[in-house]
């Protein structure tokens, strides 16, 4: 529906019944003018907000988004504001990466009395609105494209681990085996040059056990689908987040999953070996030294070094350990703790609002929606009930527009707020290499910045930060009105 | 002798130039930049685009059968004077854009021909696939040497094989010999004004055979549609052979021949907008793919979706139309997030039938 | 579906901003809308038969009103269409008038909001489903909260209605600040006649149960069950043994305690019985006063007392009760006075509180009933009356009349010159306020009749005259000139606020509250009773500042209420609640961890685990909806896909 040509701008709000909805009642009793560009949407309470709504209504043209609710401690049912607060917070954080001005976005409380106060929010609001005009469409966007700078530093040596104590660890399974009803590791791919998860049942399967930098899948995706069973697993530091990250979740049983781990020195960025490698008939043979992985093909040798070709989440890992384990095989990999700010972050991190959207723009218009990213993330639990291809609820259409598949990708991170591990299976799965990881690692960030430093994947025992709350939110500053 | 024609090597673009004029959509590889891998995809040719000639990560299938298409749109309206009488207009969208699919691979142009069975040769042809099949011609490039993933060579195909291809592009010393190897590709030859290549032809008859040398041998697969069916029952098989598989979409979207297709209406058909009838591609790896209404679904587990991918590749398609539903092109092997290996399957089948057959 | 659409004048409420009939033209090209019109007031008998008829002439299975907030008359449609045979919740209301013609003057632009709002609701109709209400049991006992007058007029009307009533004072007494007044306006009738009575029918009526000394610690649960943890605060004297005697709260050594019931105009023990007639009559000791308690030395109630009830040990108990209603009767406080310097901030010991005041007054207050100073114990001559001290007053936050000041302060000037005929009293006021039943002719009286002196005006200064009187600078705005008067005594009319916690309490019952902390009742004028929480009502001033006479009235008002919802046989749930779609939940938990009611519970459905929605306990906010990822489980009535309608009604690109 077009708002009135030039007076109005379209402003979505979102209010619960009990406060917000009367004060803006309790403002109209008193006759308290405001402008007429907001819609009111009533909903029960701000906790049934869900963030998707927001950033739904503002891809698909609203220009600002106002959300409020009873004042914290004020909610009708106790609690819906303090996980709304939580949940808001993260959406605000996450907006402007995908490139909508953040100040588009903004959230209050309104009591059933503050008539008011009411009042001057929605002037307010509608005047910063007006102040920033019609919201950008993602189609209109220039597209932009970009490269993120992967010559970076690491906090932790990177190297091949070919020194690793893979027959202690072969032997240790052999010897779990019996109790076990397999045990999930790598092996050797349709060549020497590729690795593929391995489902050990048997001392042979285990003697297929293969360990190194080619070992980039991450083994974990596959433990909710056998829980209930006595499963065993190799990981590497990053697959044991996710691990961490499931018990958490109680998606898996600490007790059915026997974790063996050995400290891991990074792993190659297959996309980056396989463009070096181009079209070849035939890998001649694979050898590694301390730093580096030589890969023969076709008589052509190439070199890869561990410093140049990890993967980009290998160079801020802080994990290259697992964080937990059942046994343990090698020495530690020593870690030096410090700022970093993964690559493909910075690089929007440097880009205008403007430029993230033509940059998003310019990536999601190749999309497939194979969901490769999906299936391959280990915390997408839906599995098989996707809101992404559902239409009891219909978030999504099943046009092909780069609306729609952005939107997906904002189904996907917002849904890890608080969960995803970096693990950055996402956009290693990706067929044509969309850098999504980004997006989550926004994500991870606004969930650290939120909540005191919070890291997913750290502490099994811990309580996922957006299915909680603090009466007090000593991280979060919420504006003044 | 078909027609032959020859074009320097630094020639390719301004011959997609010169076919892209008259309004003829022509699609080329092109390199998509700032992706975290190399990107390639059938984009339609515009001058400065980037054309590559490397093997392009999505097959130009898009050609004749879009990853979302309209097939119509339908708006609503109601009479102001008796709100009980509503008007449905529909429109039809037929889509056919005189099109070249240029620079593909003879994978992906047997491709096309897989896909004309179902779509033209069944008991109804699909308007949309056929109206826009009719006016594509297809000017292939063959390869040059085999590939560790590829294995057209294993299922009737090859390196240089001209299924689907109305023109076949080969490259040798100094440039390109274009063979036209149908009245369509005749006709494209004739348009693009090159100069004949006939003198040229045994150059690339050497080049073809080179291709043919660097293959390693094919498996015989001749048992693989009996051994299918014989596996078919055999879940410990399935089910150690799908293992590692994430039921994600990435081998069938990027696959040549799949040709599943969802429908859906978007759209409110009272409103400005209207509605619109999409079609869209479907993936058999997905649950949601056999989902019935009522809940129930005959394929819950991934094992029997991924056995009915491969058994319809090597059995029951060709047991409906003769050829396999593969072109061997290698692309669910390489874009898959854990390297399945469709091969691998089908040899195993093979092996593990052995005496069931 | 066919959608019926009334977009409502409101007389010229709507219809002067929002031209209504373009409004229902625009609804006629909505989807599913086969009817739209503009009726005067839809609310109305004729507007509401109008809707009855056309669903029955246009077989309408789904009913847009566009009219006033949903707030106010969502229920009242409800019934309208449920009459005419749909299910009430095929129905839906877009706001146009307090958020559209009340608040914007562009007709053009309301018309298109309100067009726009409509567009909204007919999107949502279109995806609402025929909901049906679940039936539970009720607990039929009530917990009120408060044993002051509105909280003892609410108890014995329960029970004499009868049903089972808990309730639960704070202090060692009930009978609230109304047992701390000497006389009441405007019969000038003895408070502690009129109170104590009902107060003994509160301890011998056999449907009350009373906890004294005690307070409410947590609420759960919902209209029909609230579970109530209840902590009784030891009063290291077991009650169960006292009599009430008297005999420890002789020999307590510890003489110097502060008085709290004579509002610290004197001093009593550290075991104390409140007042002669309090109910209960059981001795408490204020501990740290204690010198047995504190010290560990003393013991001498212990080995006074005839029945061996006094206990150093006995600890505070917490029981847990069950009601299926509450009434919340807290009362109010004083406003921190201190903050008026140009009053002393509290530190002459002759201006005073008119409720310290009324305690001077009061024959059983610290001194007989003896109207004395503070300071030298001599009977004032001259006593100034300061109105609106902390009323009406913005500079300190409290802009609303405390509504009994006016009246008392004219009682006490009256019961001044009846204690001390030769005293003079004046009253400094800013506006009489004296609307009620007799109130008029009272003040008139105390004008008149008693010569009390009544100056318009407000006190600029107090301050001692050096010779043990007080100088009282003010001014004379109805003469225009200032004014000074040597006082003996002046006594400050002291304005109101919530009680001391009221806010804590408003969110363990899941209430509203102002900024004063007065509990908001569901609608001013409509629902004073009523809070927004279904089972929980007000009465008194914990509502609102009002007097003895209207907290009596709001009292009976919030027991007719609890028994009318006690007079059902079962009572309805409301079923816009949560449902799991089990086919797409994969038990993932996030639900039942976030859900603030536990309403949600693991389930085993052939063999695979499920989550499930406790009907009677879901209250429907939706929280779980947004935290499920899959879109299992959705909110009855605010669906995603309603909502979503909703957005894409509005923002379509």
Known sequence: MPVLEGKELRIVGFLCNWCSYGGADTAGVARAGQPTDLRVI?????????????????????????????????????????????????????????????????????????????????????????????????????????????????????????????AELKEAIKQKLPELDFVIGWQEGYDAAHTVPLFMKTPEDVDKLVWGPLNVNNPAVYLPQFKGKKVGIVVKGCDSRSIAELLQEKLINRE????????????????????????????????????????????????????????????GCTTPGAVIADQRFGTPVEVTPAAHTPPELAMLDAMSLEERMGFWKAQMERCLRCYACRNACPMCVCRDYCISDSREPHWMSQGESARDKLFFQTIHALHLAGRCTGCGECQRACPVGIPILALRQQIARAVGKLFGGYQSGINPEAIPPLLTYAVEEPHIHERDW | MSKIRFVASDGLPGLAASLAKGGRRVLVPVEKPAASKPSVVFAPYE????MTLAKATVPPKEAVLPECETLMTFQKSRDPADLNQTT??????????????????????????????????????????????????????????????????????????????????????????????????????????????????????????????????APDLTAARESLKAMFEDTAFWEAETARCLSCGACTYFCPTCYCFNITDEGEPQSPCGGRRLRSWDNCMSSLYTREASGHNPRPEKYQRMRNRVSHKFWTYPENWGPYLCSGCGRCITNCPVCLDIRAIVLDAVAAAKGKV | MRIGVFVCHCGSNIAGTVDVAEVAERARHYPDVVYADDPMYTCAEPGQAAIEQAIHDYKLDGVVVASCTPRMHEPTFRRTVERAGLNPYMFEMANIREHVSWIGKDKEANTNKAAELVLMAVEKLRRNRPLSPKSFEVTKKVLIIGGGVAGIQAALDCADGGVPVILVEREATIGGKMAKLDKTFPTVDCSACILGPKMVDVAQHPLITLYAYSEVEDISGYVGNFEVKIRKKTPYVDWSKCTGCGTCTEKCPSKKTPDAFNEFMGDTTAITIAFPQAIPKKAVINAPYCRKLTSGKCGICAKVCPTGAVDYELKDEVITET?????????????????????????????????????????SGPTGGHVVRPSDGREPRDVVFIQCVGSRDRSIGRPYCSAFCCMYTAKQAVLTKDHIPDSQSHIFYMDIRAAGKLYDEFTRRAMEEYGTNYIRGRVSAIYPDGEGRYVVMGADTLMGEPIEIKADLVVLAVGIQASAGAEKLAEKLRISYDAYGFFMESHVKLKPVETNTAGVFLAGVCQGPKDIPASVAQGSAAAAKVLDLFARPQLHSDPAIAHVDMRRCVDCGK??????????????????????????VCQGCGLCVATCPQGAIQLSHSTDNQILAEVNALCRF
Request: hydrophobic share 40%; proline share 6%; net charge negative.
């Open chain 2, 47 to 50: 001058p400065g685009v980037k």
């Open chain 1, 256 to 315: 059915d999953v026997t974790i063996f781990s050995i400290p891991c020195e990074g792993v190659l960025d297959m996309a980056r070996v396989n463009t070096e490698l181009g079209r070849y008939t035939k890998i001649d043979s694979v050898t590694m030294d301390e730093a580096s992985v030589t890969i023969t093909a076709d008589g052509t040798e190439h070199r890869f070094c561990m410093t140049e070709c990890a993967q980009g989440k290998c160079y």
């Open chain 2, 88 to 217: 449905l207009a529909l429109t039809a969208v037929e889509e056919g854009v005189p099109t070249v699919v240029f620079a593909c691979r003879p994978c992906d142009a047997r491709g096309f021909a897989a896909l004309d069975k179902p779509f033209l040769e069944g008991l109804y042809a699909d308007p949309y696939y056929k109206a826009r099949r009719e006016k594509l011609t297809v000017a292939s490039l063959t390869c040059a040497t085999g590939c560790e993933t590829c294995f057209c060579h294993w299922v009737g195909g090859g390196p240089t094989s001209p299924i689907g291809s109305d023109v076949l592009i080969t490259e040798i010393e100094g440039g390109y010999v274009l063979q036209a190897m149908t009245p369509k590709g005749e006709e494209l030859l004739e348009a693009s004004g090159l100069p004949d290549g006939a003198d040229k032809f045994p150059l690339a008859e050497a080049a073809r055979k080179a291709a043919w040398a660097s293959l390693v041998p």
């Open chain 3, 591 to 616: 639900c039942i961890r976030c859900c603030p009611f536990g309403a949600i519970e693991e389930v085993n459905m052939r063999g695979v685990n499920k989550a499930q929605v406790i009907e009677t």
């Open chain 3, 323 to 363: 009601v299926g209603s509450i009434v919340a009767a807290t009362g109010y406080d004083l406003v921190d006075w201190s903050v008026y310097e140009e009053y002393g901030g509290g530190r002459y010991p002759d201006v005073i509180t008119a409720l310290q005041y009324e305690r001077l007054l009061n024959a």
């Open chain 1, 42 to 166: 009533r909903v029960p309470c701000t906790g049934r907000v869900d963030p998707l709504f927001i950033v739904k209504a503002l891809l698909e043209g609203a220009d600002g988004v106002l959300v409020s609710g009873c004042h914290p401690r004020d909610c009708h049912y106790s609690v819906g504001n303090f996980y709304a607060r939580r949940r808001l917070e993260v959406v605000r954080e996450f907006l402007p990466v995908i490139g909508i001005d953040p100040r588009r976005f903004a959230y209050t409380w309104v009591s059933a009395s503050e008539g008011q106060r009411w009042q001057e929010v929605v002037q307010k609001f509608t005047a910063e609105i007006h102040d920033l005009g019609p919201a950008p469409r993602l189609e209109d966007a220039k597209p932009l494209l970009r490269l993120a700078d992967m010559a970076l530093t690491s906090l932790h040596p990177l190297g091949t681990g070919e020194k690793a104590a893979l």
